[in-house]
């Protein structure tokens, strides 16, 4: 897309900036930053003389980063390792980073916890430019040892949290067209005026490291039982359970690492980077009636189990977010409980993003909030909601229709016994499905494996 630079004036006006404040910065400037920073001694985590050079020379180079040049660890990119072409940057891309930063400003002090207004400083990430990634990489890895890893694209959910457990965050180059406030997609207003800020909480950035090794730990496995599987039906079945389980400890980074609440001093604070990637969210998540809000003690596997066996939508703003009572709850998410909820959580029938249920400690009930009852009712009469109720009501008649396995006390699994769903429901269902009614839904298959 071009624009003429009046429509430009037009647009940075409506954002409170100024086009003539729109400058990237030069070259030799942002090297001689670079170079000023390399050798700060301050800071936790320094960088080594000669790797400082290196590094240097690969900045002067337009190189990718040579990943892994600030510390031992190494990760490899393969075809997706990219470099960041700043000069290509156009003053359209320039000023979509401008507006979506001057819109923050105007939401963030008011709705971001403060670790995260910490780190947007410490990180220096805001002005009317696109950072330089270097530039931008040298100072995170200075402040937290975490790196990070330039792609030039979404890469493989495999390959980007494998970069997790070894504290590298993929970034991608791409900047959102002008004045999107949400998007599917992850780009640079996402990866680093939302992500990147929050590396400061530590909780956090320890929360998407474990992540990353229980995801491992279930790559591990499956790949172990795929070297002795004896047929092609095995190891379906095999990778089947493994993206089961890598679904369900997803939906735990999603619900906090993505679209966390917190309560400090009272009060909801946003840190999760979904939301705040996004000023219009941002503002939502906490003041709007709209959503639902409930609070959870992540220590409790109740509450992680919670997490686990929601169902979301990525396609437009949350129904549902869950509000950590504070960031040393999160100290609980070790890898080892991530996988060991993930396995619990496919037993279990699931809750769509509009659920409320009984035992869930609701801070409001949102607009779209339904019981859990009210799923199944929708399904019989025809009036889903979206998507997300319709596929979590099949995917519990299916599996409560064929028995839930025999360890499974679903009455000690919640804060509250669910309420039975009806035999009625259950037989017209168990009759619509076998004549294949809902055929056409294409959902996750249940595993029969049990690993
Ligand atoms: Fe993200």
Redesign the pocket.
């Known amino acids: 897309m071009t624009t003429d630079r009046t429509e430009l004036n037009t647009i940075a006006a409506r954002h409170g900036i100024s086009l003539t404040d729109v400058v990237p910065v030069a070259f030799e400037q942002r090297m001689v930053e670079l170079e000023r920073c390399l050798g700060r001694t301050d800071i936790p985590f320094p960088i080594a003389a000669d790797a400082g050079k290196q590094y240097l020379e690969t900045a002067r180079q337009g190189l990718p980063f040579a990943i892994g040049s600030l510390s031992e660890v190494m990760v490899d990119l393969g075809q997706y390792r990219n470099a960041q072409r700043y000069e290509d940057y156009t003053l359209e891309e320039h000023l979509s980073w401008a507006c979506l930063i001057a819109e923050q400003q105007r939401t963030k002090s008011r709705y971001a916890c403060q670790e995260y207004l910490d780190g947007e400083a410490l990180f220096a990430i805001g002005g009317t430019t696109i950072p330089d990634f270097y530039l931008l990489n040298a100072r995170i890895y200075q402040q937290t040892g975490w790196q990070l890893a330039t792609v030039n694209m979404i890469i493989p959910a495999e390959l980007f949290f494998t970069c997790h457990s070894q504290r590298f965050f993929p970034v991608t180059t791409f900047m959102r067209p002008l004045e999107q406030d949400y998007l599917q997609e992850?780009d640079i207003g996402?990866?680093v005026a939302?992500?990147v800020a929050t590396f400061t909480i530590p909780v956090v950035a320890q929360v998407m490291r474990n992540h990353g090794v229980a995801r491992n730990m279930i790559y591990d496995r499956r790949d172990e039982l795929l070297a002795s599987a004896s047929d092609a039906a095995q190891q379906a079945s095999i990778r089947a359970r493994a993206d089961e389980l890598l679904l369900y400890a997803e939906r735990i980074y999603w619900f906090t690492?993505?679209f966390g609440l917190v309560m400090q001093r009272g009060e909801l604070r946003a840190f999760g980077?979904?939301i705040l990637?996004s000023p219009g969210e941002t503002k939502y998540s906490i003041d709007s009636p709209k959503p639902t809000r409930l609070l959870i003690d992540p220590s409790q596997d109740s509450d992680l189990l919670r997490l686990a066996t929601t169902d979301y939508l990525i396609s437009e703003f949350q129904k549902t977010y869950f509000v950590t009572e504070k960031f040393e709850l999160l100290e609980s998410l070790t890898p080892e409980r991530i996988v060991a909820i993930a396995k619990r959580a496919a037993k279990l029938p699931h809750f769509s993003w509009r659920d409320v249920a009984p035992g869930d400690t609701v801070l409001n009930f949102g607009e779209a909030a339904i019981s859990t009852s009210e799923k199944y009712l929708r399904l019989i009469s025809q009036q889903p909601l979206d998507d997300c109720v319709t596929r979590t009501a099949i995917r519990n008649l299916r599996m409560i229709g064929r028995g839930l396995q025999a360890d499974v006390d679903l009455d000690r699994c919640w804060r509250a016994p669910m309420v039975a769903i009806p035999t009625a429901i259950l037989e017209w269902f168990r009759r619509v499905d076998a004549e294949g009614q809902f055929s056409s839904q294409v959902l996750r298959p249940l595993s029969n494996e049990t690993w």
Request: negative net charge.
């Open positions: 992850p996402h990866d939302g992500h690492v993505e980077a979904g990637s």
